[in-house]
């Protein structure tokens, strides 16, 4: 026996035109389509979290250019301008 339980989802009305577009082109209730939708974003979510951590390595570089300074951003993209340019 399947026990269900009823709440309240509220979304915006473009959200929710779109679902029950979507709900009946693929024959199915808006109550079937969002629980597939919820099943889909919580397998998603697991594998996304089962994933190991994305770590920056560090190189052994020559540091920043001269004339760089990363306080002043409007410098930096000038900077990376002149770069992009050449």
């Known amino acids: 026996m399947v026990r269900r339980m009823r709440t309240t989802v509220r979304l915006p009305d473009d959200l929710y035109a779109e679902v029950r577009s979507a709900a009946s082109v693929s024959g199915r209730t ?4 969002l629980e597939d939708a919820v099943r889909v974003a919580l397998v998603d979510q697991s594998r996304a979290s089962s994933r190991p951590a994305y770590r920056v390595q560090p190189f052994a570089g020559r540091g920043l250019q001269p004339g760089v300074d990363l306080d002043d951003s409007s410098a930096l993209m000038d900077l990376m301008d002149l770069d992009a340019r050449d």
């Open 30 to 33: 808006i109550t079937a389509f």
